[in-house]
């Protein structure tokens, strides 16, 4: 099932923001520690979306390693401990930043990096991160609507075959736009990777 027009996949995000730019990716646990970072940085994320981190989450942050470089930014709890070990078990040579539980805390107490002031991001981050100029995608907007990947009757199947072949997981419509942007998906392998898809279909 498609999520999102069309319109709504492209237009999504509207003004630049203006906080620093940084050049590695940082992996989070969920879309509210996301949230809360992109209110401090302009930054991408990967989430792991719970302690059990895939293979193919996996597959994403070595890939993102090697393209941009890495930090592993989780809650300063047990989980987030369990899932900052399995990424440096599999992914090594990750940067780490830690966030002190006191800075992590709720009113109710409740930990994580979603309930942390701007400027306890910015000092946990501070030792870690490198800034940017903004990145000129080479996957443009027109490539990615030619490919049939959104709104069409077999998006879907060729969306997520696609995503296998470039190793950033199997995306909806608006992660496949943010995925090939932040991972740095190359014009050649875009094209190499259609070129076996289409092979595949015939």
Not at 123 to 137: D, G
Not at 162 to 167: I, S, V
């Amino acid at each position: 099932m498609e999520t999102g027009t069309i319109t709504e996949v492209f237009e999504e995000g509207g003004e630049e923001l203006m906080q620093k730019r940084l050049k590695e990716v940082i992996v989070v646990e969920g879309r509210d520690d996301t949230t809360r970072l992109q209110e401090v940085f302009n930054v991408d994320t990967i989430e792991t979306n719970g302690s059990a981190v895939n293979e193919q989450t996996l597959q994403r942050i070595e890939k993102a390693l090697e393209r941009r470089g890495v930090i592993v930014f989780t809650d300063p709890d047990f989980p987030g401990d369990r899932i900052r070990a399995r990424i440096n078990e599999r992914v090594p040579g990750c940067k780490q930043a830690y966030l002190p539980r006191a800075d992590a805390k709720d009113k109710r107490g409740k930990i994580g990096v979603e309930h942390a002031s701007p400027q306890a991001i910015e000092r946990a981050l501070a030792a870690v991160y490198e800034t940017e100029e903004v990145h000129i995608a080479e996957v443009t907007r027109d490539m990615i609507l030619a490919a049939d990947l959104i709104g069409g009757p077999s998006a879907s199947s060729r969306r997520r075959r696609l995503g296998q072949l470039l190793a950033i997981g199997e995306p909806n419509a608006k992660q496949l736009v943010k995925r090939v942007a932040s991972i740095r998906i190359t014009k050649e392998e875009w094209d190499a990777a259609l070129r076996q898809l289409e092979e595949e279909q015939d």
